[in-house]
């Protein structure tokens, strides 16, 4: 992709619209990541609905600390959505991030302010992550009608939880020195995160090391508000706080990678 000229004198804020639309196309035009969103999502709850049954399990919710009798195909449901945006938003920016490295590195050069490129960066993240979560929330209607709030609820905790893995795709993408690597981490890691929180089968469900894990907020978030009759703000924000994290390092981490060593004067 040919970097545009050097914009003398050209604010900021001018700049912007270019880098985003550049950060945008970068992150929404990988097909294999597309095909798996539209196929596998609709597929994967289908898959996880038929193992989980009809059973009831036992979840904790730790911000009353009522243990909740609820349906194992619903908490199934709930964490098959939540592996599926790890994976998706993951791969989706981490491939964008390292495929765009050195594009980006010439918008740096060409006169683009680092500033410009990292809000472009982060809008693009939020607008590919909204998209794939309220994606992945309309697919679970397919299998379960939770009611307004609930699905409410569960969207909500679905987009904090693509934006977590979307920023540690982000921190990746500049991070790691090969695509295996990447890959490797976000499967690995979402699969962990996301299958430990539910109680069917498991025996480290409920078990208060859960706490630490990125996806223990918006689990406890989605289930508090679509099976507990409770909006628990406080543990979306837990959510966000990783988010956040993952992406202020990722960022420091591009800044440098990005960083302009053309001479000055």
Request: hydrophobic share 50%.
């Amino acid at each position: 992709m040919p970097a545009p000229d050097t914009l003398p004198g050209t604010p900021l804020y001018g700049q912007f619209p270019t880098a985003l639309r550049f950060s945008v196309r970068e992150q929404s035009r990988n097909r294999l990541a597309a095909l798996l969103l539209l196929l596998f999502v609709p597929l994967w709850y289908l898959l996880m609905t038929a193992i989980a049954g009809d059973k009831d399990v036992d979840f904790k919710l730790y911000a009353t600390g009522e243990m909740l009798s609820v349906g194992g195909k619903h908490i199934t449901l709930i964490t098959a959505g939540l592996n599926a945006l790890t994976m998706i938003s993951g791969f989706v920016v981490f491939d964008a991030v390292r495929k765009a490295l050195a594009f980006d590195k010439r918008l740096a050069f060409a006169g683009f302010g680092q500033s410009t490129l990292v809000g472009a960066k982060m809008l693009a993240i939020g607008i590919v992550a909204s998209t794939i979560a309220l994606y992945t929330a309309l697919a679970l209607l397919l299998y379960w009608r939770p009611g307004l709030t609930g699905w409410g609820t569960i969207l909500a905790g679905f987009a904090t939880m693509t934006l977590t893995y979307g920023s540690l795709g982000l921190l990746l993408g500049v991070l790691v020195k090969n695509d295996l690597e990447g890959f490797f981490l976000i499967i690995m890691g979402g699969l962990t995160d996301t299958f430990l929180q539910n109680p069917l089968g498991n025996p480290a469900a409920n078990k208060p090391v859960l706490q630490y894990f990125p996806s223990f907020g918006p689990m406890q978030f989605s289930v508090g508000g679509s099976l507990g009759d409770t909006v628990l703000w406080r543990y979306l924000g837990f959510g966000l706080i990783w988010a956040a994290s993952f992406a202020v390092v990722g960022l420091i981490v591009f800044h440098f990678r990005t960083r302009s060593r053309r001479p000055k004067g």
